[in-house]
């Protein structure tokens, strides 16, 4: 059994290796460096090494997609729970997501704009995916009307986020309106 156990571990020490890489070269040299025999060089493994772990670019993109929405978890947990409530809780995970999509271009690409193999809004989506969406869900139910679905408010606050941060990163909204864009955004979500 112990030998089992080395094995296993020594697995998921490459897929986090490969991970890791692909991540890191996204981050510093954009998706199109990223391909299976630029990994394989840049981490000495053989190309069918890659391959025994995941079925191609696509599958190590989506890897990094979840990996990505866990760390996008931890800091939309860290903005919701600082101490605001209500409407400030709500603006503070605001701006961690949109930070977050600022600092991290590649990562936040692989998550949301990418094409991945991934379930999103179902039951069958990786654990990452449900817990950085129920992170903007319990910022949006406190502020939620009478009849609204939260669900499908968070759904909308979400998509607006996104609309935001792909509209600034293309050039199309002026970066100097965006904290007011965000207090817009928040102060209609929360208008009773």
Excluded: N
């Excluded at 000495?44 to 929405?69: E, M, N, W």
């Excluded at 039951?123 to 406190?142: D, G, K, W």
């Amino acid at each position: 059994m112990p030998r089992r156990d080395g094995r296993e571990r020594e697995r998921a020490e490459r897929e986090l290796r490969i991970v890791t890489a692909a991540r890191e070269l996204a981050e510093t040299e954009g998706w199109e460096a990223v391909t299976t025999r630029r990994l394989a060089a840049e981490i000495g493994y053989s190309q069918p090494v890659l391959y025994s772990h995941f079925r191609g670019k696509d599958a190590i993109t989506a890897a990094v997609a979840v990996q990505g929405c866990a760390d996008l978890t931890v800091e939309l947990r860290a903005a919701r729970t600082a101490g605001a409530d209500g409407a400030g809780s709500l603006a503070a995970v605001a701006s961690a997501y949109t930070s977050f999509a600022r600092r991290r271009p590649a990562l936040y690409d692989a998550m949301f704009t990418h094409r991945v193999d991934l379930p999103f809004a179902t039951a069958e989506a990786p654990e990452a995916l449900r817990a950085a969406f129920t992170e903007i869900l319990l910022a949006v139910e406190p502020v939620a009307g009478p009849g609204d679905d939260p669900g499908l408010l968070t759904e909308t606050f979400w998509a607006a986020l996104h609309g935001l941060v792909s509209l600034t990163r293309g050039g199309r909204l002026p970066e100097a309106a965006h904290e007011r864009r965000l207090a817009l955004l928040v102060g209609h979500v929360t208008a009773r």
